[in-house]
């Protein structure tokens, strides 16, 4: 990946979600340089003929050749598409806290971390429209992310250089974005 941006290529390249939480790859979102492409998640791919391949996801279609079925796959790329830009539907906070207490029995969805200003937001489908501040997101969000919406604060670290926690109790990496303001 490195030589890609060395020499100012433009690049599609498939790949593990959690690559995103790697130390060469999230600067490069952040800073606007690579992002997520369209179709990203489950994908079934051919195994060949000849190919021992054991595991518990593999399907056969209907033209009668097995196919296994990966769950996080991502495309990683720095060409622009439409769907990039084009801005997530949200509710508000109160919104989404009777929106909650409906479904889930609970009217707290958004907690505070122990070790920063930010709110705990634990899906893209619940992010406010109206928190002014600095959220907490699932890295599956950049699967919807829109750069001329939110921008991209920092990744899963509080103030005090220590994973982001709520109550003592870490959740799986997250993204700190807050909204761009318009102009």
Same mark, same amino acid.
């Not at 930010?118 to 890295?139: C, L, N, Q, R, W």
């Given at each position: ?38 179709? &990203?998640?489950? *994908? /079934? ?12 996801? +593999? %399907? $056969? ?39 909650? &207490?409906?479904? *889930? /029995? ?12 930010? +709110? %705990? $937001? ?62």
């Amino acid at each position: 990946m490195a030589q890609l941006f060395e020499y100012g290529k433009q690049f599609l390249i498939i790949g593990n979600m959690n690559a995103i939480t790697y130390k060469e790859v999230f600067p490069k979102i952040k800073e606007n340089k690579m992002w997520l492409g369209v179709f &990203s998640g489950a *994908k /079934k791919y051919l195994i060949p003929d000849g190919v021992n391949f054991k595991r518990s996801n +593999i %399907e $056969v279609g209907e033209d009668g050749k097995r196919y296994a079925k990966m769950g996080n796959t991502v495309w990683f790329t720095n060409l622009d598409h439409g769907r990039r830009h084009q801005p997530l539907n949200l509710m508000t906070m109160e919104e989404n806290k009777k929106f909650n &207490s409906k479904v *889930k /029995k609970s009217k707290t969805i958004y907690k505070k971390y122990d070790n920063y200003n930010a +709110i %705990e $937001v634990p899906f893209t489908d619940v992010i406010p429209s109206d928190h002014e501040g600095v959220m907490g997101v699932p890295i599956s969000f950049l699967d919807k992310y829109n750069p001329d919406q939110f921008e991209i604060i920092k990744f899963r670290h509080g103030a005090d250089g220590k994973d982001l926690a709520i109550n003592g109790k870490t959740p799986y990496f997250r993204i700190l974005i807050k909204h761009k303001k318009k102009k």
